[in-house]
C-alpha cells in the first residue's frame, strides 16, 4: 500500500516530539520475532493511549531524521512470505496489521500500523507484550 503524505508527516511530526509507546522508529533493523513483538506492544500500547493505532516507522533515526531505509517487508522468512508468517502468529485472528511504503523527500519508508487493542489483548505467539 502507498504511504500517504498526511499520515507520513503526522507520523514524522510525531517522532520529532519523541519515540512514544504507541509510535517506534527504526532506521533498517529487520528481525521477524521482534516485530511480532512490535505488533503486541503497539496495539496493547495504543489502546492504553487512547489512540486507534500504533506504529513502527522504518526510515526514520531516533531524532526524527528522515534517512531512509531497505526494510523489505515482501521478503521470505521462514519459506513464507514474513507477512504470512507474521499473521499466522498475531492472535486474535481479525487484528489489523498493515503494511505501507512510500517517499519522502525522495528517502524511502516503509510503515506498518497495528490497530488498536480491541475486547482482548493483542498477542504474539500466544505472549501479550
Known amino acids: 500500500l502507498a504511504l500517504g503524505g498526511p499520515l507520513a508527516k503526522r507520523l514524522i511530526a510525531q517522532l520529532?516530539?519523541?519515540?512514544?509507546?504507541?509510535?517506534e522508529a527504526k532506521t533498517s533493523w529487520?528481525?521477524?520475532?521482534?516485530?511480532?513483538?512490535?505488533?503486541?506492544?503497539?496495539?496493547?500500547?495504543a489502546r492504553l493511549a487512547g489512540q486507534p493505532y500504533g506504529y513502527l516507522v522504518w526510515g526514520v533515526d531516533s531524532s526524527g531524521a528522515v534517512c531512509g531505509t531497505?526494510?523489505?517487508?515482501?521478503?521470505?522468512?521462514?519459506?513464507?512470505?514474513?507477512?504470512?508468517?507474521?499473521?499466522?502468529?498475531?492472535?486474535?485472528?481479525?487484528?489489523?496489521?498493515?503494511?505501507?511504503?512510500?517517499?519522502?523527500?525522495?528517502?524511502?519508508?516503509?510503515?506498518m500500523s497495528v490497530a488498536a487493542a480491541g475486547r482482548v489483548p493483542v498477542r504474539f505467539d500466544k505472549s501479550a507484550s
Open 30 to 45: 529487520f528481525n521477524a520475532p521482534g516485530i511480532g513483538k512490535y505488533v503486541s506492544a503497539l496495539g496493547n500500547a
Open 70 to 111: 531497505s526494510v523489505d517487508v515482501t521478503q521470505t522468512y521462514a519459506n513464507e512470505p514474513f507477512e504470512f508468517w507474521l499473521r499466522r502468529r498475531i492472535q486474535p485472528d481479525e487484528q489489523e496489521v498493515r503494511f505501507f511504503e512510500g517517499e519522502i523527500d525522495g528517502k524511502r519508508l516503509v510503515v
Open 16 to 23: 520529532l516530539n519523541s519515540e512514544n509507546e504507541w509510535i
